[in-house]
């Protein structure tokens, strides 16, 4: 049975879809998909993270714990920023993609996703052993809401007195919204300014139900799991399982620049990736255009002349760019004359350069 998150009544409240996914019952649309995908592309839009995973590092070395355990340098985080980051295992194949806060000078907190928290969290533990560091899956205890989009500052600054303007992009601080305690942070899945809001269970009902209210003047809405989804294609984020999965390296993925050969000491993965850094991948991860209709999904095979040199791993229809667009790993020098191959039919795609959108800052 999927398990609910604390706005469960919220959700079925406001008439939304649910669905399972990663083990969660989440909302998939409250209406209309393309309705809410607009409202965080030109305004701003509400959603609810409560599946991902929490695990905490406290202690002495729990930067160095980290540093070993991950990819990244993350005992060089300043208190109060955050990192993306991922953690491999002995191959360099990706387990999963993370961001690293660092909440104080000997505490760190690992936001994972829904589907690998749990193995994340039981890696974590084995590979903190050797340090002066304690691992803690609090995910449990946690309620994640994020608000994205253009107007997304002016709605939550109404119901905090935190320093929303000083706070930079992949940073976090704690405060108070609409009274409720809450590690404010600016960060997001959307390609929009906005910010994650993690509170305790208890809170993410009220704290939705301000939010909604304070920004139904500005044009908020609830958003759902399905423009999430067409939001990050757009914004060229991976999602693990489609464009991530253990059998890649984040230099397959184009994500190399995560990896820190030059932190102090080993890590888990070191070697393997090493050995390939500096190996051009077969395939690489590229964005397909579509010249006509037809949506490329995930696991179509991409063809040239006929023949298969590549595979979709995300596709949409895009509503800011009226066209529907893809993720695909591509054969690499396999530039031109491609096609996806849906249903037999070869539609013709243009290869782009990742993101498909980028915000106006």
Known sequence: MSRPTPLRDVHESLGATLTDFAGWLMPLRYGSESAEHRAVREAAGLFDLSHMGEIFLTGPQAGEALDYALVGHLSALAPGRARYTMIVNERGGVLDDLIVYRLGDEEFMVVANASNYQKVAAELRERAKPYDAVVEDRSDRYALIAVQGPRAQEILATLTDADLDGLKYYAGLPGQVDGRQALIARTGYTGEDGFELFVANQDAVPLWHAIAAAGEPHGLRPAGLSSRDTLRLEAG??????????????????????????KPGDFVGRSALEAVKDDPPRRRLVGLVARNRRVPRHGYPVTKDGVVVGEVTSGAPSQTLGKPIAMAYVDTGAESGLAVDIRGSHEPMDLVELPFYRRNK
């Open 237 to 262: 984020m991976p999602l693990y399982g489609n464009e991530l999965s253990a059998e890649l390296t984040p230099f397959d993925a184009g994500l190399g620049r995560v990896v820190k050969f030059d």
